[in-house]
Structure formats: structure tokens, C-alpha cells
């Protein structure tokens, strides 16, 4: 039993005279005003998106709706507000690893991984992790919502004065930053009802059988009292203490009045914990909670302790332990904690409806990031995909013996190579015996047995001539456990095996796994092979992981390391373009030092890649390093060739492992005298200090450039909407350039092709020439049109990967270059969803961009738009008006100089275009101040109809003859 709504206002003084208590629960309804109304606190007004005017979730609705699963309700405006606010550099590089490439990921997307990863989500614009004690000047330096969060708390007393508990009781209000604040500076000074001590022990007394059963209900029920017990009697002095304050006496009042009298201020590291759980439920710092229990983060480690507290033996049934068993290797706090945002229930009492939910949550969450259409073939996606990686764990957690039990991996299938490690885990099981695993190092207690069982594999690598680096020994110890002969041969080729399968799952990362499954290929049925050769060159396709990016980024770590030489720098910058050389041209000159007898160390691959980029010829290195003479390559037996591959492949490793600080540590002397198994080896090695920091910074610049994208300009994003363009980072930024008048794409891109030209003979304004007569010849159709926008793609394309071989390559010419590549995609898409196009041209000697815009209206109708901008011109933009064999075109000019300058050519300019065309043109010249290329972009078309009607002929051939014309005079003119 509980008293509901008891007010000391209800026992009153009638006008007759006599004591009454009057209907429980009567006076005692809440007002729902809340405090955090006063005007001059100013306190944030958040329209939430994951709770307002959206209601609880069933758990159909969050299958229904599974491609917002982590953001529901939310507008894309909303989601990339989100990202903005969560992202960081931990969830920066937690994306890279599974090979994504977060400024390729669109903000539902990136709200995923937030999500599935639960990065730090307090940081926006400033680092608040590791703060201790904040100044004022470094509180005003952090973006407005934290720094206004941090400062309230600044103003928060160490306890809450009862007045103002009481306050926050009768208000129905949370313990947030807010609330507490205005708790404290709004809440009246004294007791609202003046009442003596002796009225109110009357009133306890009067009702105390009441009360006892509400402290004892309360005691057994809530666990917080069960933790940090209140004895009976602090109980009803709170519960004086409430009629006093005129608040209502409930249980969940009281439980409430309990723990604001035991609050103490947080410390500044509990404060940001507060606001990075609040932050990852879409809300503002200064709704975060400053009492433990409150926010949907504690609720969720709340669920995940009970859980993992369970004892599975106490369950009764098979199932249930079963069930529990798995719940407890599945559930996370993340998981927990994305399910509660979404407003689904999370009940441990029912494990069979929690498993199914924590199946549906990861299922949800992959859909996501696998970008797959919903339907039974994205359940069959999903599922397959799961599968694969679960196989590719347990065969990288099987012995390593494994391998010795097959005579050519390469040719097995993924699944079978599967079924074998399964089984070998299994024997090694039975018979008790521990083992070095496939995809590890040696377990440290492993180490020392394993050295004494196999002390004699230096020896036995000697014998045979082979050089004892870790890949050699672990091919003689997988020899070993299964007892097979070791020889130069078996030696050589159980190192290219246990290669082949380290390099295949290097490569297959979530990103891979999923952008193969999407491509319509089982990645079980595939033998090993051919599975290696399709990751990697899904994987060179793909954002972070591509080679261009691994060099931008080796690059740019390789500038900022200020431990760092200018010499050493451009040492290390020459390995790594050594590497790629030799992966490039499959080994070739590996092959070649093999051939002659040669050590493969980097220092002869070096020397071999130059003499022969320079001559065209083989040559052989001799004894005597530099003295080169000209060779004939014999051909390689079946062990060479086996040694090739593999020191190709670890060439490969080496590439995506060294980083500029472990280089700086070895030294550019040892580096060269190392082959690249050694070198690789050395790469791989445990990560240092120097190279965490160096990870971190480069995380940190990513991150910068992410946000700085999403806080775009609402034009940006009109014109990713109206052209269906995803909202990535890279994408916004690429639009965002474009929209630039000054914008310089085809000058940045052709000046670079320019250089890159094995016919030097060929200047910048040559290949633009080229370029425009291209168009010019596909200005005919859309389809045409599409076609050279997709050369100037390939073009860019090319010029990025050519760039890896020039050796005074800066990461910002690369950043330039991949930003160019960028704005050629966003350019195919606007000419593959608008018919709006941009076209190189040069006119009196000056490059720039013809943008142009079909647009399609009833019958013979339609208009054409081009805008241009030139130093010389300023801007130019032209609307054509077709209808019926007829055209009126408008020409705006920035300045008053161009216009009359166009305007005495309109005799001529009409002569010239009906000429071409057929058609009858009128022309009017006017001046437009502030006149901006972008506008052909958010064209407003006044009364005029647009249709999509591409399937008519003769209203494409008139509208593009309209603007091949118009292209031709143009460039005529000027």
C-alpha cells in the first residue's frame, strides 16, 4: 500500500474547525509546468529524434524499419548534426580497421558504427576526454552546447539544498544539468506552507501504519535501497520533510527524495562520462544526468551486469542454459544500448526474447553497413556474410599444423580449407595438446616449450641454405607437427602457403567481405586462390583501403613526424615507392635478382627497379654493390618461382604495415639490408609509442576533415538532394568546390595530366582541346554526354595512380587530386539524374568549366542553361527558351563590360546558331550583380513545366543542338 499524493495542504484548518485529511491524491495532482521555463536561464529546447513524436517501438516496427535501425525519425540534416557532435578520432580509426573509409560513408551509415563500435562520443571541437581541471579561457575555446554544459555544472553547488529537491520532485523533473541548475537558482527559499513541527508529526502519526508499509514496500523492492540501506526512521523524517515541502508523498517520490539528498556534485571525469552517454542518445550536453541510473548508457551496463551476473547452473532447463550461454558471448553494453535508444524493450527475464532481440539488433546493424536492399536476399546476405567471417575466425584460431594437411592450398575452396582446420582444432582438442595458432604469435606460454621442442630449426635451415626468419621456422614447425620431410622444397612452399592464406584474410575486412557478397560471389565456394585475387583488388577499389589512399596517408605521417629528417623522410617515401614497384610489376625484378644468385635485399631491389626504368633492359647485380652489368634472366624452377611469390606477397605486407616512426627506429641503413620477409616481419612487429601518436594525429586530421564537411552550407546539401548525390563527406566537399566560381577542376586536372604525358609535346591547353572535342561530338544525347563525363573520371582516375611513382609527390597534391576525383563522380552523377554536365574549355588561352543544364519540358518544348566563369569574362549564364523550332535566349553578365561586349555580337551569335541549328534565335542582354555560376544548380523555373520525357528525340537532338552550338560560338568569340 502507498499513500498517493499526500499534501500537508490536504490536512488543514476547515472554517468549522475540526482536523480532516481530505481525499488522498485530490490536491496533490502535478503541475506539468516545468522549471526550466525561466526565460533568462535560456535553457536549450532539444527536439529530440529518437523520442519526439515517436513513441515506444515494437519490436515489428524495428524489423520493418530496418535501414534506420540507429536513427530513427531522423532527417538527414539531423543525422549528419548527429555525426557532427559523435564523431571522433577513435571511431575514425575503428572504421579504417574493418577497411571503410568513414568520409565514404553516408551519416546513417556513420550512425551505425557509432552505434557498433560505441566510440568516446563526447568531443565537438575539442577533446573533453582527458580535461582535469578546465580554465575559463579553455571552457570558452569548446564548441557552444559543451562549453555551456561544463560551465552550468561550474555554478552547481557540491549538495542540493531540500528546497531545491523538492523543487525538482513536484516538477517532475530529471536530475540533468539543467534541471539541477535551475533547481538551484530558481526554487523558492523557503517552505511553501508554513507549517509547525507538531502538525505534521500529528499527520505521520495519524497515517503511520501507511508509511511503514510504504518504506518496508520500498526497502524490498528497489535495489538501490537494497545496496545502500536507509533506516526506517531517516525514512520518515524524508517523509516529513516532503509534507513540510508540500510535495506529494508516493513511492517514487520518496525513492526520488532519497537519492537527491545522497547527491554530492560529480567530478569533472564523471561529468563527461554523463555527457558522452547523453550525447550517444541524440540529446544535448546539458541534458545529461548527474545521478547514476538515469541515462539509457547506465540502464543498458545495468542489464549487461544482471546478465553476465547469471550463474548459468541455476537455470533449470537445457535451453534456457543454452540460450543464456549465448546471450552472454553475444551481448554487449553497445548493443544493450542501441536496442533502448530505439525504444525496444531489453527484458532479462525472458532470455529466449532477449536472444532473439540482440539477433535481430547485429542482423539490423549489418544490413546497414552492408547497404544491401531489404527482402530474403539481404536476410541470405547478411547471413552468408556472418558465416564467412565466423569460418575465417576459427580457421585463423585453429593450429597452424592445419596447413600441413593439405598439398596445394591455393586450390582447395575457402570452405573446405574450413572443414579441415575445424577438424584438426577438434583432434588437438581431444588429445589435450596446446598449439600455436594460424592467425596469431606464438602465445607467450607457449614460447618457451615450443623453443625447447624445436631447438634445432636454426640448424636445420642452415643446412638446407635458407635463411632463418620467423616464416621459415614456422614452416619447419608446421613440417614438424604433422611429420613431414623438410626440404629446401617443403620449406619453401609451406611458407608460400601459410602466406596465401595471411594474406587472403588480411585483405578480406568487413568492408571486403560485404562488397564481395553484394557483388553476387559466395566467398565459401571459392577456392583460396581465387579468393586472395578477388579481395585484394576489391580491397585496392575500396575508400581507406585503396593503394593511393595507404600512400596519402604514409605521406602525410611521413611529413608531420617532426622526429623526422627531410633525408630520412625521402628515404622512406622511396621504399615505399619501391614496394609498390615491385608489386606493381608482379616481382619482376625479384625474379630477376633470384635468377642471377643475387640476396633480395631492398637495397638490390632498388638498384634493380632504377636500372631497369632507366634502360629498359634486365641487369644483374654482382657482389660489388652499384656495378651493374647487362644480363639474360634464365628461367626459374617450380621452388624460385614459389620464393618469387611469396617475397612478392610479403613485399605487399610490408607496404600496408610500415609506418614512418618503426622505419625511423631501424634506421634507413638496416631497412635496405633487410629482404622484404625481414623488413615485413619487422613492420608487423608490436606497435611502438612514436607510431600510436602518429596513428592518432593522422585519425584526428581525418576526423577534422569529416566534420568540417557536414558543416556545410544548406545550398550544399540542396543540391546533394536534388541530385540524388550521397551525403558523404567526400561527396559534400566535392559539390562544395564545385559550387566555387574560381573552381579550378579542369585546370588542377589537366595541368596535372599535362606533366604526366609521356609526349611532353603536349601542353595543358592540347589535351582541354581534346577534351572539348569529345564533348562537342557527344553533345547529341544524354547517354552520349554520360560517356565523356565518365572519361574525365577514368582521366582523374589515372592521374591519381600515376602519382604514386613521381617522386616529389606532396600529400597535399594528393588530397588535391582525390578531391578532383571526388568532383568527377559527383559530376557523372548530376548527368546521370539531371542532365547537367561540366565540360572543359579553354578560351583565349585561359582554362575553365562550361557548366550546363537540360531540362526537358511538354511536347517541343525545353530549356537549356550555361554558365560559365572566367577571369577575363567574369560570369556568364544563358538560358535558352526552345519551343517549337522557335529559341529566346537571355544572357546575364557580372559585369556591364561583358554585356556590351556580347551584345554587339547578337547578330552575329543568331546567324551562327540558326545556321547550326535550324532555329530562329532571339537574344536580350542584361547586367546581373552578384550573378554566381552555382545558380544553374537551383535553377528556378518559374511557370515553365519540366517533364521526364528522355525517350523523345526530337526534343533531345534540339536541346543539345542548342548547346552544342552555343558551345562552338563561345569559344569562337572569346
Not at 519 to 526: A, I, Q, S, T, V
Request: glycine share 4%.
Amino acid at each position: 500500500m502507498q499513500i498517493e499524493g499526500l499534501k500537508v495542504t490536504d490536512y488543514i484548518k476547515t472554517e468549522g474547525g475540526s482536523d480532516q485529511l481530505m481525499g488522498v491524491g485530490t490536491s496533490g495532482i502535478k503541475d506539468d509546468k516545468k522549471a526550466n521555463t525561466y526565460k533568462e536561464l535560456k535553457a536549450l529546447s532539444v527536439d529530440n529524434a529518437y523520442y519526439n513524436n515517436k513513441g515506444v517501438m515494437t519490436d515489428e516496427d524495428f524489423t520493418k524499419e530496418v535501414n534506420e535501425a540507429s536513427a530513427l525519425g531522423m532527417s538527414t540534416v539531423d543525422k549528419i548534426k548527429n555525426v557532427e557532435r559523435a564523431w571522433d578520432e577513435e571511431a575514425t580509426a575503428k572504421t579504417r580497421e574493418g577497411g571503410h573509409d568513414p568520409m565514404d560513408m553516408e551519416p546513417e551509415t556513420l550512425i551505425t558504427v557509432v552505434d557498433e563500435i560505441k566510440m568516446n562520443l563526447a568531443k565537438a571541437g575539442a577533446d573533453i576526454s582527458k580535461m582535469g581541471g578546465l580554465s575559463d579561457a579553455e571552457i570558452e575555446a569548446m564548441s557552444g552546447s559543451i562549453a555551456q554544459a561544463v560551465a552550468m555544472t561550474k555554478g552547481l553547488s557540491d549538495t542540493l539544498p531540500v528546497e531545491a529537491q523538492a523543487y525538482l520532485v513536484k516538477n517532475d523533473l530529471e536530475p540533468t544539468i539543467t534541471n539541477l541548475y535551475n533547481a538551484q537558482y530558481s526554487a523558492p527559499a523557503k517552505a511553501p506552507v508554513e507549517t509547525s513541527d507538531e502538525d505534521i508529526i500529528s499527520l505521520i502519526e495519524l497515517v503511520e501504519g501507511k508509511v511503514d508499509s510504504l518504506i518496508e514496500q520500498i526497502e524490498s523492492e528497489d535495489i538501490r535501497f537494497a545496496r545502500n540501506p536507509v533506516p526506517p526512521v531517516e525514512l520518515k523524517n524524508m517523509v516529513a520533510t516532503m509534507l513540510k515541502q508540500d510535495v506529494p508523498v508516493t513511492k517514487e517520490h520518496l525513492e526520488y527524495m532519497v537519492q537527491l539528498e545522497q547527491y554530492e556534485k560529480p567530478s569533472e571525469e564523471n561529468i563527461v562520462s554523463a555527457i558522452s552517454d547523453i550525447l550517444a542518445e541524440g540529446k544535448e550536453p546539458t541534458e545529461a544526468y548527474l545521478i547514476e541510473g538515469y541515462s539509457l548508457m547506465d540502464q543498458a551496463k545495468k542489464t549487461f551486469e544482471e546478465v553476465m551476473g547469471m550463474d548459468v547452473n541455476d537455470l533449470a532447463s537445457v535451453t534456457a542454459k543454452r540460450q543464456l550461454t549465448e546471450i552472454q558471448l553475444t551481448m554487449t553494453v553497445e548493443a544493450t544500448f542501441t536496442m533502448m535508444k530505439n525504444g525496444i524493450d531489453v527484458n532479462t527475464n525472458d532470455l529466449s526474447d532477449l536472444l532473439d532481440k540482440l539477433k535481430l539488433q547485429e542482423t539490423n546493424l549489418l544490413k546497414i553497413l552492408m547497404k544491401s536492399e531489404t527482402g530474403e536476399k539481404t536476410d541470405s546476405n547478411v547471413n552468408l556474410f556472418k558465416e564467412v567471417m565466423n569460418e575465417m575466425a576459427e580457421i585463423q584460431s585453429a593450429p597452424a599444423a592445419a596447413f600441413g594437411r593439405f598439398s596445394n592450398i591455393g586450390m582447395e575452396t575457402f570452405s573446405y580449407v574450413h572443414e579441415v582446420s575445424v577438424s584438426v582444432t577438434a583432434e588437438y582438442s581431444r588429445m589435450e595438446m596446446t598449439y600455436e595458432a594460424v592467425g596469431t604469435e606464438v602465445r607467450k606460454d607457449l614460447g618457451d616449450s615450443i623453443n625447447k621442442a624445436f631447438q634445432n630449426v636454426d640448424d636445420i635451415l642452415a643446412d638446407l641454405d635458407i635463411e632463418a626468419t620467423e616464416s621459415s621456422q614456422k614452416a619447419v614447425r608446421i613440417l614438424a607437427y604433422n611429420q613431414m620431410e623438410i626440404t629446401a622444397e617443403s620449406v619453401t612452399s609451406m611458407k608460400a602457403q601459410t602466406e596465401l592464406v595471411s594474406r587472403t584474410f588480411k585483405s578480406m575486412t568487413p568492408a571486403v567481405v560485404s562488397e564481395m557478397i553484394k557483388r553476387g560471389n559466395n566467398p565459401l565456394d571459392m577456392t583460396m586462390n581465387d579468393l586472395k585475387n578477388m579481395a585484394e583488388n576489391i580491397k585496392a577499389e575500396m575508400g581507406s583501403t585503396s593503394d593511393e589512399e595507404s600512400y596519402a596517408k604514409f605521406l602525410w605521417k611521413a611529413e608531420h613526424n617532426s622526429e623526422i629528417s627531410a633525408e630520412e623522410r625521402e628515404a622512406y617515401v622511396g621504399v615505399y615507392r619501391l614496394l609498390h614497384q615491385v608489386e606493381k610489376s608482379d616481382g619482376a625484378a625479384i625474379g630477376a635478382l633470384i635468377s642471377q644468385g643475387t640476396d633480395v635485399t631492398l637495397r638490390n631491389l632498388m638498384t634493380a627497379v632504377r636500372s631497369s626504368k632507366h634502360t629498359g633492359k634486365d641487369y644483374e647485380i654482382n657482389d660489388k654493390f652499384g656495378a651493374l652489368d647487362e644480363m639474360v634472366v634464365r628461367d626459374l624452377s617450380i621452388t624460385e618461382q614459389i620464393e618469387k611469390v611469396f617475397l612478392t606477397n610479403r613485399c605487399r605486407d610490408a607496404k600496408e604495415a610500415m609506418t614512418p616512426a618503426k622505419m625511423h627506429i631501424l634506421g634507413e641503413d638496416n631497412i635496405l639490408n633487410m629482404n622484404p620477409d625481414e623488413f615485413a616481419q619487422a613492420m608487423e612487429t608490436e606497435t611502438i609509442t612514436s607510431e600510436q601518436l602518429e596513428e592518432k594525429a593522422y585519425n584526428q586530421y581525418v576526423t577534422a576533415q569529416l566534420k568540417d564537411a557536414f558543416a556545410s552550407s544548406e545550398e550544399v546539401e540542396s543540391v546533394l538532394q536534388q541530385f540524388n548525390i550521397p551525403t558523404t563527406a567526400n561527396m559534400i566537399t566535392a559539390v562544395q568546390a564545385l559550387m566555387q566560381n574560381g573552381s579550378s577542376l579542369t585546370k588542377d586536372l589537366y595541368g596535372r595530366a599535362a606533366k604526366l604525358q609521356e609526349n611532353q609535346d603536349m601542353d595543358i591547353e592540347d589535351l582541354i582541346n581534346l577534351a572539348f572535342q569529345r564533348f562537342d561530338e557527344a553533345c547529341h544525347s544524354p547517354e552520349a554526354m554520360k560517356e565523356a563525363e565518365e572519361l574525365l573520371g577514368d582521366l582523374a582516375e589515372s592521374v591519381m595512380k600515376s602519382m604514386e611513382e613521381l617522386e616529389d609527390v606532396k600529400s597535399i597534391d594528393l588530397d588535391n587530386m582525390k578531391l578532383i576525383i571526388q568532383q568527377t563522380k559527383a559530376i557523372q552523377q548530376m548527368a546521370n539524374t539531371g542532365e547537367t554536365y561540366r565540360i572543359p574549355i579553354a578560351v583565349d588561352g585561359e582554362v575553365g568549366d562550361m557548366n550546363l543544364r537540360i531540362v526537358r519540358g511538354q511536347q517541343e518544348t525545353g530549356l537549356v542553361k550555361m554558365a560559365i566563369y572566367m577571369e577575363q569574362t567574369s560570369t556568364v549564364s544563358t538560358t535558352f527558351r526552345y519551343e517549337a523550332g522557335e529559341v529566346k535566349a537571355s544572357v546575364e553578365c557580372a559585369t556591364a563590360e561583358t554585356r556590351e561586349r556580347l551584345a554587339s555580337q547578337a547578330d552575329k551569335l543568331s546567324e551562327y546558331m540558326q545556321e547550326q541549328t535550324g532555329f530562329s534565335f532571339t537574344f536580350s542582354f542584361t547586367r546581373e550583380a552578384g550573378l554566381s555560376v552555382n545558380d544553374i544548380y537551383n535553377w528556378q523555373l518559374g511557370n515553365f513545366k519540366e517533364v521526364e520525357d528522355r525517350e523523345n528525340e526530337i526534343q533531345t537532338e534540339a536541346l543539345y543542338s542548342i548547346a552544342r552550338s552555343y558551345l562552338n560560338v563561345i569559344g569562337e568569340m572569346f
